[in-house]
């Protein structure tokens, strides 16, 4: 989740907060999409130059790369469809993400927005800021300045700590606590990676430099990128149980398939918890320091919850997000980020980070219009609340082929995560968002991911651009 502030020497998302500028809803559809041929079937299904386990935003990244330089290669998806922590719902009548709803465009012609743009998908840029609010209503301009006087408080001792070599929770390195701290703590934790500050290690977090989310889609985000896997070689219901290091080559086994794929190369972008999990197998198993760098990292839990509210009620913009001040008493209703009027309709999407949001995956929707209402009324009011009557909820945290949302390093494990970008048994390449050392967490973070890792593996087999 990309609503977390970034830490000094980034692009401060505060900048947004202050201003408050609403740009309006741009198309971007511009060029052709590209044509891959499917180099894989040539080949041969069972014998690719590069395979590539996972479709998220990664994987197709990767393969996308891969097409472009004209080398063989499959994608093998476990689920159903392409898109992973992405995936466009259409509930209500309506189009919306349950998973990454924004990113960070980042150079208009490179990376994912640049993808897009290439294949003439539709991007929208989001209102720049997002705003505060107390008792349902704006924070004047003095809570906008305590507020960002807590948060880069909040950022410079993370830094400081990090910086001093101090691995340690996030939450124990903060000093003088104000008015504004139990919002800021939720923004930088649950909200924004799906941990409290206590389970966050300050080096992880001041690792991360990201710029706020500025652009969506409005065909979702989900939809987005499975238009973009369009054309490549895919094999879906396609989940890769072992991987056999064969000498100059690698095996991939597939639950329910006979042949197995023979790859001089793999891409590996499955999410960090199903590898920490042992779903997946390796033969020869991992270097212990690198089982031990996935046991680091678990996952943090962020859920959505959508829901109308028509008439717009809370007189609330279309797109926005809202963050209604945080009590930090201990009976005070869970936290959330409120994003108002999707494409401009009635429904909005409320995000539930930490333990709020690992209720809703275990116990489902009743659980999500439970906490959706008492969210609603203390942050606007009770008629708000009892305007909603059913909501559509996110379940990544007890999904097999996700277990989570973000994965984050503990307290005193941030080094590790450097460890993910070094090849495994010289064939395997990493790819995916905790990969990405200064935007890990992110849709753009784990896109870039998957086009190093295939840069990598085509170092690896030899070719380039075709
Ligand atoms: C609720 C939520 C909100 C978010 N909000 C934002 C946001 O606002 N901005 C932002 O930038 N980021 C956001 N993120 C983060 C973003 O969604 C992720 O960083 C990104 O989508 C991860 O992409 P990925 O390719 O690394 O992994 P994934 O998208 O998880 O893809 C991994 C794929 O691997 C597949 N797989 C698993 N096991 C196997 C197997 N054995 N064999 C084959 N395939 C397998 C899975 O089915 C999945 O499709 C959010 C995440 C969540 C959960």
Same mark, same amino acid.
């Given at each position: 989740m990309n609503d977390t502030p970034p830490l000094p020497?980034? +692009?401060?998302?505060s900048r947004g907060l202050t201003r408050r500028r609403l740009i309006a809803a741009g198309?971007?559809?511009?060029?052709a999409l590209p044509a891959f041929r499917s180099a894989c079937a040539q080949a041969g299904?069972?014998? *690719?130059d590069v395979a590539i386990v996972g479709g998220g935003a990664a994987g197709i990244a990767a393969a996308r790369a891969l097409a472009a330089a004209g080398r063989s290669y499959v994608l093998l998806e476990?689920?159903?469809?392409?898109g992973g922590r992405a995936r466009t719902d259409t509930a209500f009548g309506h189009v919306f993400d349950l998973g990454a709803p924004s990113f960070a465009r980042g150079v208009?012609?490179?990376?994912l927005a640049g993808a897009a743009m290439a294949a003439k998908l539709p991007l929208a840029d989001l209102p720049s800021g997002r705003r505060l609010f107390i008792d349902g209503h704006e924070a004047r301009e003095g809570g906008y300045d305590a507020f960002l006087a807590t948060l880069g408080r909040a950022r410079r001792d993370i830094l400081a700590a990090s910086d001093a070599g101090k691995d340690v929770a996030c939450a124990s390195v903060l +000093?003088?606590?104000?008015?504004w701290s139990a919002s800021v703590a939720a923004l930088l934790g649950p909200l924004g990676v799906g941990r409290s500050l206590a389970e966050l290690s300050t080096v992880d977090l001041a690792l991360r430099a990201v710029p706020a989310d500025d652009t969506t889609s409005p065909i979702g985000i989900g939809a987005l990128l499975e238009a973009l896997g369009a054309g490549l070689n895919v094999q879906t219901h396609a989940p890769v149980t072992l991987i056999t290091n064969a000498g100059r080559l690698h095996m991939l086994s597939i639950a329910g398939q006979r042949t197995q794929i023979r790859a001089r190369a793999v891409v590996l972008a499955v999410p960090a918890p199903v590898i920490a999990s042992g779903a997946l197998r390796f033969n020869p198993p991992l270097p212990p320091r690198l089982v031990n760098a996935f046991r680091a990292f678990p996952a943090g839990s962020i859920e959505q919850v959508a829901f109308l509210l028509p008439g717009n009620p809370l007189r609330l913009e279309n797109d926005e997000t809202v963050l209604p001040k945080v009590s930090?008493?201990?009976?005070?209703p869970p936290p959330a980020l409120l994003r108002a009027? *999707?494409?401009?309709?009635d429904l909005h999407v409320l995000s539930f980070g930490g333990a709020p949001a690992r209720e809703i995956a275990q116990k489902g929707e009743s659980a999500a219009l439970r906490l959706s209402r008492a969210f609603l009324a203390a942050a606007f009011s009770p008629q708000a609340a009892a305007a909603v009557h059913e909501v559509v909820a996110s379940r990544w945290s007890t999904d097999p082929l996700i277990r989570g949302a973000i994965a984050t390093a503990q307290p005193g494990q941030g080094?590790?995560?450097?460890?993910?970008?070094e090849p495994v048994q010289g064939r395997i390449f990493l790819a995916g968002e905790? +990969?990405?050392?200064?935007?890990?967490?992110t849709l753009a973070g784990a896109w870039a991911s998957g086009e190093v890792a295939a840069a990598k593996a085509l170092r690896l087999v030899g070719g380039g651009p075709a």
């Open positions: 020497g980034s +692009t401060p998302l198309g971007a559809a511009l060029l299904a069972s014998d *690719v476990a689920g159903e469809k392409l208009e012609t490179e990376g +000093t003088a606590p104000g008015d930090g008493a201990a009976d005070a009027r *999707v494409n401009g309709t080094a590790q995560r450097r460890l993910f970008t905790y +990969t990405a050392l200064d935007s890990w967490g």
